[in-house]
C-alpha cells in the first residue's frame, strides 16, 4: 500500500521563477492538503484540495496555487519566487470524512530554496 | 492568541524518565487533536489522536485532553533517545473541518 509520494525530493529555483511541485495521496484517501514548513517552525497550511476544487486556504497570497486531478493527485506551484518561499513542502492526504477520526498522511515532502 | 501553542523547548530529559509535552488551542470548538513527531529532515509521523476529555493510552504514549482548559498533552514513558524529535500539535478549527492547525512544535531531548 503505497503511502504520500512527493516529486521532487529537493529542488533549487532562482529568485522570480515559477515552480511545480506534486503528490499522490495514500491510496484510498480523496483529500490533499499543502502545508510549507520553514526551519524550525511548525507546517503551515496553504490550502485543501477535494472533488478536484480548492476548498480551504490558508494565508497565502496568490501567487500561490494547486491543482487537483481526477485520480486525486495534486500540484502546488508557486510563482514569482521570493527568498522566503524556501522551506520544506509537505504533503498531506487524508479521507475526507475520517480526517477527524485518523488525521492526515504526510509525504517526505520537497525541500525547496530560492537563491 | 495563536490557534495551537507549543512551547518550542527543548525539553531535556534523562534516558527512562517521564517526557511531558503541552499544547494548548483557541477554538473551543475543536473536536480532536493529533501528536506527530518529527525527526530532523524528515516528515511528520502520526503518533496519537485523541478526541474525548481524558486520557488514552498507546504503549509508551498517553495522550490527555482538558476540553474545559483548552489543553492537550503527550506523556512519554520511559524515554529512549529514539524519541529525541520534534513533537507537533495538531487540531481542527471549526471554521474548516477538515484543516488542520499546527503548533510550532517542542524539541524533545532525551539524554543517554
Known amino acids: 500500500d503505497a503511502g504520500v509520494t512527493q516529486s521532487p525530493t529537493h529542488l533549487i529555483k532562482t529568485r522570480g521563477q515559477q515552480v511545480t511541485l506534486r503528490c499522490s495521496p495514500k491510496s484510498g484517501h480523496d483529500t490533499v492538503s499543502w502545508y510549507q514548513q520553514a526551519l524550525g517552525q511548525g507546517p503551515q497550511f496553504i490550502f485543501q484540495?477535494?472533488?478536484?476544487?480548492?476548498?480551504q486556504r490558508g494565508n497565502f497570497p496568490d501567487r500561490f496555487s494547486g491543482h487537483q486531478f481526477p485520480n486525486y493527485s495534486s500540484e502546488l506551484n508557486v510563482n514569482a519566487l521570493l527568498l522566503g518561499d524556501s522551506a520544506l513542502y509537505l504533503c498531506?492526504?487524508?479521507?475526507?470524512?475520517?480526517?477527524?477520526?485518523?488525521?492526515?498522511?504526510f509525504g517526505s515532502g520537497t525541500r525547496l530554496t530560492v537563491v | 492568541q495563536k490557534e495551537v501553542e507549543q512551547n518550542s523547548g527543548p525539553l531535556s530529559v534523562p534516558e527512562g524518565a517521564i517526557a511531558s509535552l503541552n499544547c494548548t488551542y483557541s477554538?473551543?470548538?475543536?473536536?480532536?487533536f493529533f501528536w506527530y513527531r518529527q525527526y530532523s529532515g524528515k516528515n511528520p509521523e502520526l503518533i496519537m489522536f485523541?478526541?474525548?476529555?481524558g486520557d488514552k493510552e498507546d504503549g509508551r504514549f498517553t495522550a490527555q485532553l482538558n476540553k474545559a482548559s483548552q489543553y492537550v498533552s503527550l506523556l512519554i514513558r520511559d524515554s529512549q533517545p529514539s524519541d529525541s524529535a520534534t513533537y507537533l500539535c495538531?487540531?481542527?478549527?471549526?471554521?474548516?473541518?477538515?484543516?488542520?492547525?499546527f503548533g510550532t512544535g517542542t524539541r524533545l531531548k532525551v539524554l543517554a
Open positions: 484540495y477535494y472533488e478536484e476544487e480548492e476548498r
Open positions: 485523541i478526541y474525548s476529555n
Open positions: 498531506a492526504s487524508s479521507f475526507r470524512t475520517q480526517v477527524l477520526n485518523y488525521g492526515y498522511t
Open positions: 495538531a487540531g481542527p478549527t471549526t471554521s474548516g473541518t477538515y484543516k488542520y492547525i
Open positions: 477554538d473551543r470548538g475543536s473536536q480532536s
